[in-house]
């Protein structure tokens, strides 16, 4: 990282950030425009296009790299600079998709800055499959087609590609950051790497183009070495952790002849996961295109929008009968099966009958008995086989109506247990996944008390934009404008008014943060000061 340092001229400095750009910046877009702009970008700042690799790059599923152009020299590239944490065979041709995930799953990057697409969703089960953040999805899918929001997706693509040790920043939305129905992709980032800092952007930041509320997580993956000593720690804590099954059993069994497990009854973590699992996803705020205010219901929509709710046990009764509509239909169609059973049984008994019949009437002798009744045999074995083909369409009609209901009854048996804490108390004993994340959380709460660390956090109050999403520039006393003076790397250029950074401030500036003044500190030199309070390793001043 030599060539990140400052030198002593333009022209040394130039030079460094050519050979810089050329060597250590990477990036990967599905999106042609944004490939093509990157690469016009790094061409004007300083020839950085070599590794700029799109369209049609999937950052998110490299079995599409095997499909483009981009995509092979994106794989070649890697391979070339030693980026793979699975090393490529000499002879492996990388023309077959289904190594994709051998070879390109973890990545070993430094550094990874990313804003990705808050909007659309994965479906492809055999890719989300790839995924531990899509586990939930996939989990309540069942045979249906599952969906994963691309962002929480990105997350875990992004820790993946990091090598142990690199960092990244991840533009997100707000949401993914407090919604309570998200809990488990904040507990999967804290499992793989340590939260450095949380930085919330302006509301008008991504103006005109969006005024969703996002923030900046910054975050560095483990080592080796940080995962031992974190495992170490798990398991000299794990035989305290409290009995949760034995909990609920004891809840439900309390309030056996009750209605319902009253929510006060229920300890905090239990009702958290309940409330997590069992909900309907938070929805993103919906904001004002020109305030940048959440919009909210005024109290006639409040009024209109509570008029004609069903009270709770209105909604279980309702569950119920359906449930039970469903069981009846099943009964009655299980009936019809077993009467095709009997019918079959009945035209049998009455053949056995008839030939007992004629035998317990015969004169003759029993040569003369077995030549009569061998045709009466054969048409009776022909009856049998015709019954059994007319019944056959029926018998797979019913088999398939009862395997329906049978599934229906198993989903309306859900609904009415999701319509009380009880219900929800006894889902959560079924499903030893549950169980298995309170225990995880408990572990872990207890596990961040003794690697208790600090975290960065920060927002920002001037964006640079207004609520139009132009640009807000700095004005004198005298209401002209500001520009950055002679000799600075902006020279001539307007100066924004925003919070971030200050592009006023040297690398000798920043070589101990602690110096400069709070007046003069921006979100950026502030993490610079608090990075060097930490003694983090990444910050080196050379």
């Known amino acids: ?316 009764v309702e569950a119920e009968e359906k449930r039970d509509a469903l069981k009846a239909e099943a009964i009655r169609v299980k009936g019809k099966l077993a009467d095709l059973a009997s019918d079959l049984e009945a035209l049998q008994e009455q053949h056995g009958m008839e030939i007992k019949a004629v035998t317990e009437q015969w004169e003759g002798t029993k040569k003369e008995l077995q030549a009569h009744l061998k045709p009466i045999k054969a048409e009776n074995k022909a009856a049998v086989k015709r019954l059994k083909e007319k019944q056959k369409l029926k018998q797979r009609t019913y088999k398939a109506e009862i395997k329906h209901l049978e599934k229906g009854i198993a989903e309306a048996e859900v609904t009415v247990k999701l319509l009380s804490n009880k219900g929800k108390l006894e889902l959560m004993l079924e499903d030893s996944d549950l169980i298995g994340t309170l225990k995880e959380r408990w572990i872990a709460a207890e596990v961040a008390k003794r690697l208790d660390y600090p975290i960065f956090m920060a927002v920002s109050e001037r964006g640079g934009k207004n609520n139009s999403g132009d640009y807000d520039f700095m004005v004198d006393e005298n209401g002209s404008l500001v520009e950055f003076p002679e000799g600075h790397p902006q020279e001539g250029q307007l100066v924004v008014d925003q919070d971030l950074v200050n592009y006023d401030l040297t690398a000798e500036d920043l070589a101990d943060a602690s110096k400069i003044p709070m007046q003069k500190l921006c979100v950026a030199e502030a993490f610079v000061r608090f990075a060097q309070e930490q003694g983090f390793d990444f910050w080196e001043v050379g």
Request: charged share 35%.
């Open 1 to 316: 990282m030599e060539w990140c340092y400052p030198a002593r001229n333009h022209d040394a400095r130039e030079l460094r950030k050519y050979k810089y750009a050329e060597k250590y910046l990477w990036g990967i877009d599905f999106e042609t425009r944004a490939a093509k702009t990157s690469r016009a970008l790094m061409l004007i700042a300083g020839d950085g296009h070599t590794n700029i690799f799109g369209p049609d790059v999937s950052s998110l599923d490299p079995r599409t790299w095997y499909e483009s152009a981009s995509g092979h020299e994106l794989m070649q590239g890697l391979r070339k600079a030693r980026l793979t944490a699975k090393k490529i065979p000499e002879n492996e041709t990388l023309k077959d998709e289904d190594e994709a995930w051998i070879y390109f799953d973890e990545l070993k990057f430094d550094v990874i800055l990313t804003n990705p697409p808050f909007a659309g969703e994965m479906k492809d089960r055999k890719m989300l499959s790839r995924y531990e953040l899509a586990r939930p999805a996939l989990k309540r899918a069942k045979d249906k087609s599952p969906k994963e929001e691309r962002d929480v997706l990105f997350i875990e693509r992004v820790l993946k590609m990091l090598k142990p040790g690199g960092r990244a920043a991840i533009v997100l939305p707000q949401g993914k950051f407090n919604n309570s129905s998200l809990a488990f992709i904040r507990e999967w980032i804290l499992k793989k790497g340590r939260l450095l800092a949380v930085v919330g952007l302006h509301p008008n930041t991504f103006k005109p183009h969006t005024g969703t509320k996002t923030s900046v997580l910054f975050v560095q993956k483990y080592t080796a070495k940080a995962l031992a000593k974190i495992e170490k720690v798990k398991q000299e804590v794990a035989d305290a952790c409290p009995d949760y099954e034995g909990q609920i059993r004891e809840l439900i069994a309390e309030h056996f002849y009750l209605v319902d497990v009253p929510e006060e009854k229920i300890p905090e973590e239990i009702a958290d996961l309940m409330a997590e699992s069992f909900s309907e996803l938070e929805l993103e705020p919906v904001m004002d295109d020109e305030t940048g205010e959440d919009e909210d219901l005024g109290e006639p929509e409040r009024l209109k929008a509570a008029e004609g709710q069903p009270s709770q046990e209105d909604l279980i």
